[in-house]
């Protein structure tokens, strides 16, 4: 089974919030557990933000279609057999300023 780093970007079945079905969306690797467990987020082409997206700034270079927004509060920890296959992996730009808000968040909890 494949390992994936922190940054990549991937496509999945990602599941709604309520559990009654997924969407086949690009998400952003947090976490390989390395027990077939991965933590991934959301990311979306709606540019509706809260204080928890991050924009993409070099959304092409991630392998996205569209400009898109990685939404910090949308995680879940799936089976990383769901994934179907790598789309990209962040700038070093990008990521910084995905860790940095990661940061921001739990130093606020």
Do not use: C
């Not at 998400?27 to 979306?44: C, E, I, K, P, S």
């Not at 709606?46 to 996205?64: C, F, N, P, S």
């Not at 990383?80 to 739990?106: F, H, M, N, P, Y």
């Amino acid at each position: 089974m494949r390992n994936y780093q922190i940054g990549e970007i991937i496509l999945l079945a990602f599941p709604y919030t309520d559990q009654r079905g997924v969407k086949r969306r690009p998400a952003l690797m947090l976490l390989d557990t390395g027990n077939g467990d991965v933590v991934v987020a959301r990311v979306t082409s709606r540019q509706v933000q809260t204080m928890y997206d991050v924009k993409l700034i070099e959304w092409k270079h991630a392998g996205l279609l569209l400009p898109s927004v990685v939404r910090l509060h949308k995680l879940a920890t799936l089976q990383k057999t769901l994934v179907e296959r790598r789309l990209g992996v962040l700038t070093t730009k990008d990521s910084s300023r995905v860790k940095a808000k990661i940061q921001r968040i739990w130093t606020s909890v």
